[in-house]
């Protein structure tokens, strides 16, 4: 349990998408103009994270993985479908977000007022392929570490697009020198939180 | 023909399924030979440079050749089992089962005048996982020591790598001023009892035997070496000390 | 070559660079730019994809079934990755470690959807591929740059050679620990938007 909560702060803190990897820059940067739309963006991919991680985890370890086949008998245990990881991920992410879209129209259309637009553009948002990589890549034992660093990934990446989208709103008025403004001073911006979070790095829980 | 119709559509899907599909696979096989490849060639070069010796690419099969003679896999109580190939044993793997159920792969080197034992040791650092290799050499046996002789005691040469530890602290530890303090420190104390090498904090005196220095900034990293030594040598205590080859 | 095909090249470098003026594709690329050599790498993989998969799609735009075309791009893109990656691992094992997932990440990387979206659904193959290689240096011109400053400042060295003298860090110099860290990548692109934009007023937001 400890070592769940552990594994949840590290990737909402020290571990954050935005800061420490640069996922997800894109829609951060776009979607950071207004405080309410970044709260809806950053609710869609902590829910979108959320469940594709746990999905990727478990093609992972029963499909991809070198020897991953062996549950199908010892005729398939030398296969190796790893390099077909990317492909995969992608789909599952693209049907999952599809899916998602779907749900949620049928049963809360007032949801989906506030969501819909997000949903299609976060199959491309490189924080959730990016969240299925790392998962694969740092081989979580178990399908409940895999949603807990989903979840927390997710949530550090809320954390980060609603903090810079409360800044820019403060600054809209500020005196910025011209060519700064917009892109270049976000940028900027984010690179200094950036370092405000290294403050978190070492810390042991 | 309509592009729009259901059976086109499916259809177009599958063609493009089955193409991209064989092409990948294709590709796959093709390249996994120089992949694989290119692990065995690393992991000979690391065996290698733990021993002191530098190895290029182009040399590296030749060497390993010429240098390591042996390497077979034993267990807790120093005993060897046949059957299981050292270089391809996953220590992520075997480091989770209880003690005395792991196959510990042993790698001999033999240089002009001594023996080395090479071990594999893996473990966590900061980010992530952090390993390396650890070479031990043959102390002579004078008349003057008694039954608490202990063949294998000192470090002969440390390599160590990381996954991602941060830049210009933990990462580190894959530099020669890190690794070369390990040289010639000792595994077992006066009383033969097993310890792992210390990484202290700055001011590790050079006479101590068993004492590094720790890298200012990267102290959870350095602290991950020191378990990672203890946790991935201690295995090896009755075979370190039984050794009478 | 023709005036037209050539601004296609160009046009990205600069008024059209993907990086500081389409905000596209910023996710994969500043973590790899602490050193010059993996970012060189990664710019030649995305050029390579972008341009190709620009080609696939401009030669099949007019079969492509409406419903399924984003899938249809995904899974261009995808396999184009894998091939990439595949061959990174084959051929250049070393700058493979260090890029890791950041290789994976191209798929998302917003200016192959965005090019692919935007330009080779309504254009001819050798136009969209032009397209493709010109958007993939722009973006590439940004990682050079970005990693050439870090790794100048960061460990005085370029491409792995040490560059700064030895009597420089005698005299009291140091190398800049900061540049190696990754919030000095998003500073490094923010300055280099503002003199970009200085230069060329017209990118200037209102």
Redesign the interface.
Known sequence: MENLFDLFVRNVFI?NMI????????SY??VSKTLKTSVGLGIAVIFVITVTVPVNWLLEKYLLKAGALAWLGPAFANFDLS?????LF??VI?AIVQLIEMVIEKFSPSLYNALGIFLPLI????????AA??M???EYGTIAEATVYGFGAGFGWALAIVVLAAIREKIRYSNI????????????L???L??AF?GF??I?I | MNVQSNSYTFVYSSIIVVV?ATL??L??TALKPAQDRNVEIEKKQNILSSARITASRENVQKLYDQYITDSYTINSKGEKIEGIDPFEINLREELKKPQDQRNLPVFECTLDDSLLLVIPVYGKG???PIWGYVSLVRDKKTPSDSASFIPYKKIYGAIFDHKGE?PGLGAEINQAFFQIPFRNKVIFDGSGRFHSIKVVKGGAGLSSLNEVDGISGG??TSKGVQAMLDTCLVSYQTYFKSSNK | MASKNLKLLINPLNNENPI?VQ?????????VTVQVKPALIMALSVTVVTGFSNLIIASLRNTIPPRIR??VQ??VI??L??IV??LLKAYVYDVSKKL??FV??I????IL?GRLEAFAMANKPWESFLDGIGNGFGYGMILVVVSVLRELFGSGSLLGFQLIPQSFYEAGYKDNGMMI???????T???I??????KN?KL???
Do not use: H
């Open positions: 571990e800061f420490a990897y640069f996922l997800g820059m894109c940067l776009a390099f077909l990881s990317f492909l992608i789909a693209a199959a491309v948002n490189c924080a959730v392929l990016g990589l790392f694969q890549e740092r020198p011209a060519p700064l403004r917009g892109l270049g001073i976000s940028f900027i984010t690179g200094l950036a370092i290294m790095m070492g042991k | 991209v990948l696979a590709a796959a900061l980010w992530g941060t102290t959870i | 500081t905000v596209l594709g910023i996710c994969s690329a500043l973590a984003i899938i995904l899974v995808a396999a990755v894998i990656d595949q890791s997932v994976g990440l798929i998302t990387n917003c959807m860290l990754p919030p000095m990548a998003l500073i692109v923010g300055i938007i503002w003199i970009q934009r200085t007023r200037i937001e209102k």
